[in-house]
């Protein structure tokens, strides 16, 4: 059973930084692709970055461009979204989903539960 578990959320004032963690488990091979997801209040969900496991391919929204960071460490299934200057913007629910077989998520296959980013002004 494949499994995803975000972590690293929190409460950060502007132009403060913020890791999030997105544990992966159950995958039988690394032919697969995570991707960070938001959703704030009253809004749509968007995808915001994604990374390819097995060619580390990378994608990044252009709202969080040269500001969020992606990342993979394979050893420990774990894929980071470093995000650094963050904005009041950038509050909401952050979600990590997978996809198999792909090199970014479009349809995801699995979703974690979400957590929560608060960037105060």
């Known amino acids: 059973e494949v499994q995803l578990v975000e972590s690293g959320g929190g409460l950060v004032q502007a132009g403060g930084s913020l890791r999030l963690s997105c544990a992966a488990s159950g995958f039988t091979s690394d032919d697969y692709a995570i991707g960070w997801f938001r959703q704030a209040p009253g809004k749509a969900r968007e995808g915001i970055s994604c990374i390819s496991i097995s060619h580390g391919s990378t994608w990044y929204k252009d709202s969080v461009k040269g500001r969020f960071t992606i990342s993979s460490d394979n050893a420990k299934n774990t894929v980071y979204l470093q995000m650094n200057s963050l904005k009041p913007e950038d509050t909401a629910v952050y979600y990590c989903?997978?996809?198999?077989?792909?090199?970014?998520?479009?349809?995801?296959?699995?979703w974690g539960q979400g957590t929560q980013v608060t960037v105060s002004s």
């Open positions: 989903a997978a996809e198999v077989g792909r090199l970014c998520v479009h349809l995801a296959d699995y």
